[in-house]
């Protein structure tokens, strides 16, 4: 399994959990339904954890780890930027758009709504 | 002389030329032709202010009829100032280079992460490898380019467009990744940034960007069809603009134009006899300010020359 689709997985399980796992939790979350080696998914949640995307805490003796953002938070701030420009009005090269130029104040606001609408 | 020709030449390409060819609508029948006309126009600018910076001073210098340390000092003075330009340039290439990688990377590992790609039994039966779906309920569907490149749609575009439309949307963002048309926009951004205040001009910018929508939608049509293409267009348009503020009018605009060249098919022979001229343009374009330059070089060379 790729390395991308096993830290997705990882990522599920812990915005599934609601509260804060540790690697050995994660682990039998993940080998209900297939072989995986512990130290695969330490691996994976040290990585994640370096990019940022979960927090660490030490708590009796054992790390457990959270999710820096829920699952909607994250999709809201992505979709942010993925639809806004530069700080200087200038369309970010990054990225490139099916619909054109857009106002990322509309799009804040789109976005709220799609949210709360759920 | 030269200087005063090549800086005439370069204030007319970077300050009248854009505003003719951005109002112009000859370019939406071959975007492709039109791109390379405005990748030329704005080096040959580039061209003209070296030429500009180097030829000026000893030319002053000369009609001053100063002794040689001036001379020296002019011709030191041209040197830098033409490396600054130069340098400038590639900062800003670089910088912005560097600054979309780094946003990329970043916006790839969250969309890998939040992908439901798996979840829509609603995509085409041969999903591309790259494409991600991330759960929103706004219509929208965008590529991130590089190495390893994406494809993004979200829930509320699945949910908006027929099976059709998503393939011709994931066409349109294919070929904006195949053409690299990314690297298109990143040296126009670099060039825009790295042009000091008074002298920029968004006109390229703006025009290549809408140029480049045109190529992808060409590809799309090509493989897809132009009607599942304006369905999308339309549809993707219209469920973000209900509160648009007014500062969308060009877009609105954009998108009239990108619906309107999809209706109709220009026959094959209009559209290469306009490549053709932009392409021809293009070239004299790069080769005049070197003429300039040149020729008078030449001259004098000539008539020093021994026989």
């Known amino acids: 399994m790729a390395l991308g689709d096993l830290e997705r997985e990882v990522m599920t399980q812990l915005w599934n959990a609601g509260e804060p796992l540790t690697v050995r939790q994660v682990h039998e979350r993940l080998s209900r339904d297939r072989e995986l080696a512990y130290t695969t998914v330490m691996t994976v949640l040290d990585r994640l954890a370096k990019k940022g995307v979960v927090t660490q805490q030490r708590a009796d003796r054992a790390y457990r780890y959270t999710p820096a953002q829920t699952r909607e938070e994250m999709t809201a701030a992505l979709m942010l930027d993925a639809l806004s420009a530069a700080p200087d009005g200038v369309r970010d090269a990054a990225l490139a758009h099916f619909v054109g130029r857009l106002d990322p104040s509309a799009l804040t606001a789109a976005i709220e709504a799609a949210r709360k609408g759920k | 002389m030269t200087a005063l020709l ?63 340390p001036a001379g020296a000092a002019a011709l030191v003075f041209a040197l830098v100032v033409a490396t600054v330009i130069i340098g400038r340039l590639l900062v800003s290439l670089v910088r912005v280079s560097l600054r979309s990688r780094a946003r990329r990377s970043r916006h790839r590992l969250l969309v890998d992460l939040l992908d439901t790609a798996e979840r829509h039994g609603e995509l085409p039966a041969e999903v591309p490898a790259g494409l991600r779906v991330l759960d929103g309920e706004l219509p929208f569907a965008y590529c991130l380019p590089g190495r390893s490149p994406r494809v993004v749609l979200t829930g509320g575009a699945l949910r908006v467009l027929d099976a059709a439309q998503v393939a011709a949307v994931i066409a349109h963002e294919q070929a904006h990744l195949r053409y690299r048309h990314d690297v298109v926009m990143e040296s126009f951004t670099a060039f825009y940034r790295a042009v000091p205040g008074p002298l920029r001009s968004r006109a390229p910018l703006d025009a290549v960007h809408l140029l480049l929508e045109m190529v992808a939608d060409d590809a799309a049509r090509r493989r897809c069809g132009a009607a599942p293409l304006r369905g999308a267009l339309a549809l993707l348009g219209d469920a973000v603009s209900p509160d648009a503020p007014a500062d969308l009018g060009d877009a609105a605009a954009e998108r009239r134009r990108r619906l309107d060249r999809l209706a109709v098919s220009d026959r094959p022979s209009a559209t290469v006899l306009l490549t053709l001229v932009a392409v021809l343009g293009a070239a004299a374009l790069l080769v005049l300010p070197t003429v300039i330059v040149v020729l008078p070089w030449l001259d004098r060379a000539l008539s020093a020359w021994p026989l």
Do not use: F, K
Not at chain 2, 13 to 42: C, E, F, N, Y
Not at chain 2, 44 to 56: E, K, R, W
């Open chain 2, 6 to 68: 090549l800086g005439a030449l370069g204030l007319t390409l970077s300050l009248v030329v854009p505003g003719v060819l951005a109002g112009a609508r000859w370019p939406d029948r071959a975007p492709v032709a039109a791109v390379a006309l405005w990748q030329s126009i704005t080096l040959a600018g580039v061209l003209c202010a070296l030429g500009v910076v180097l030829a000026g001073p000893q030319e002053l210098v000369g009609e001053l009829g100063a002794d040689r």
